[in-house]
């Protein structure tokens, strides 16, 4: 499945959050 590129994301939506 595509899990790993939907956990992925999370962890690249929370480096941004992060950043801001």
């Known amino acids: ?3 790993g590129y939907i ?3 999370d ?3 929370k480096i941004i ?3 801001k």
């Open 7 to 9: 956990l992925a994301i």
């Open 11 to 13: 962890a690249i939506k």
């Open 1 to 3: 499945g595509s899990y």
């Open 17 to 19: 959050k992060d950043n």
